[in-house]
């Protein structure tokens, strides 16, 4: 039997304690079925840390988050913090916790299932057999740089300020990430910029370049502007393999080659620090879905996505990659059978309930283990 791993859970707002929920009925199965065992501890963020500690994330939370092994979060956010101040905002909770864990990659996969092909928005031919990964770097450029803020001219009118600034170390570690992946699928990689109209394009082009020649010059490297980037995800998707690319950049791309896969609530995403002295990679874990307070409480989300989550932790935090794939697999056979939420549902389906997708989960985890 593994030693056991402390996991930090974050359910958040919405539907988060929903799908996380089916989670924890996963590692009760794996508890009894599989060589791992987990250490699960939770703890508030988004608004419910604000109605219930006064800030989006408190400082004892991040603590936890630090010492934990890996951090799994549902969603943050609703209509009913609307109007809180910018600084308690519930996404300002994430925010500090990517921060002050220094997670500085994002992993975004873009994974069309073979029996959800009629679900995209796209052509079958351009989305079937889809398989992209975005990386995203998560900790720099324009949502961080500073300076920043809302100021007053002399004239009476306001300036909004955002800063977009990177450094040589902060484009080439997110690179190499991005670079190690490529090695470990198609052997390409995409870095996507402005280096057009922006100087810091041309400063992340050129320190993704010297990176490739000096360090994997085995990796097909090729760059493109973010805007045609955008307009190729929609028109061939299927030439990327690996897509590398900054903050402001990674969080469009990466929710448009989404929908590519037919709907938010399928896709999971991993973002990722640098290892500490003995190893460890500081990670926290998310579905890419928000926290639909539209459904919220009603058994509706679809799960699928923060159980990927889950099995992107089992493969990037644990080494547990035959556990990952069974987890992934089970979401195939789940697929395969006809079971669809309310997202993933085409006309005239039968839907199911967050808890019996939950279910049919557990049923096709069982096949498998047989």
């Known amino acids: 039997m593994a030693s056991n791993k402390k996991l930090l859970f974050l359910p958040g707002d919405g539907i988060g304690p929903e799908v996380m929920g089916e989670v924890r009925r996963v590692i009760d199965w794996m508890d009894k079925r599989r060589a791992v065992t987990f250490d699960v501890e939770e703890a508030l963020v988004g608004g419910a840390a604000i109605d219930g500690e006064g800030a989006p994330v408190s400082d004892a939370t991040v603590d936890k988050a630090m010492a ?6 549902g969603a943050v956010g609703g209509p009913q913090w609307d109007e809180v101040p910018f600084e308690l905002k519930p996404e300002r909770g994430l925010l500090r916790l990517r921060k002050d864990m220094e997670l ?9 299932f073979d029996a959800l092909v009629d679900a995209s928005t796209l052509k079958p031919e351009l989305v079937s057999g889809l398989d992209i990964m975005i990386v995203r770097e998560l900790t720099g450029g324009v949502y961080f740089g500073e300076p920043r803020g809302i100021e007053t001219l002399p004239d009476g009118t306001r300036r909004g300020i955002n800063t977009q600034v990177y450094t040589t170390p902060e484009i080439q570690r997110v690179a190499r990430v991005a670079f190690d992946l490529a090695k470990k699928r198609g052997n390409r990689l995409c870095s996507v910029e402005k280096a057009n109209v922006m100087e810091s394009g041309v400063l992340w082009r050129e320190e993704v370049t010297k990176l490739r020649e000096a360090e994997f010059p085995e990796v ?3 760059h493109m502007y973010a805007d045609n980037c955008a307009m190729q995800l929609v028109r061939a998707p299927k030439q990327f393999d690996v897509i590398v690319t900054d903050n402001l950049f990674g969080d469009l791309l990466s929710d448009a080659a989404a929908m590519l896969t037919g709907s938010l609530g399928m896709l999971p995403s991993a973002s990722l620090g640098a290892a500490d002295a003995s190893g460890r990679i500081p990670a926290l874990y998310e579905p890419v879905h928000g926290s639909a307070p539209d459904i919220a409480g009603q058994g509706k989300a679809n799960p699928l996505a923060t159980l990927l989550s889950f099995a992107m932790m089992l493969r990037y935090s644990f080494d547990l990659a035959e556990d990952a794939d069974l987890i992934e697999k089970g979401v195939q056979d789940v697929l395969a059978a006809g079971h669809r939420t309310g997202d993933i549902a085409g006309p005239g389906a039968a839907v199911v309930s967050t808890a019996q997708m939950g279910e049919a989960l557990l049923a096709a985890l069982d096949a498998r283990a047989a």
């Open 104 to 112: 500085f990659a994002n992993l975004r996969p873009a994974l069309c």
């Open 220 to 222: 097909e490297l090729s």
């Open 68 to 73: 934990a092994d890996a951090v799994l979060l």
